[in-house]
């Protein structure tokens, strides 16, 4: 096959890509990934709280789009912003045993 070459404005640069661990400052339970990418101009703040004690995750500021995912074994239960801050609220996946 020949594929006429076709530039796209989606295109993944590998050596953008940045990966941040967030951390509970207390429990230091791994809590959430980010994955840079794009590398913009746009800023963000966020706290994880921490699903495992009563703490929470230090600020952490990024810059950049990034993909946002959580551990394999918990979900987001919610996302708001507060003073500018987006605070995301996790849970632990219901596995069906208490
Ligand atoms: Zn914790």
Redesign the pocket.
Known sequence: MNLPHKPSDQVIKYKDLEEVDIK??????E?FKLLRVACTSKKNKLIVD????????WLVEVEGDYFQAPPDDLIVYDVYEKDGVIVIELEGKDDGSE
């Open positions: 509970c400052a207390d429990c230091e339970e809590l921490c699903p495992f004690c009563d703490g929470r995750s």
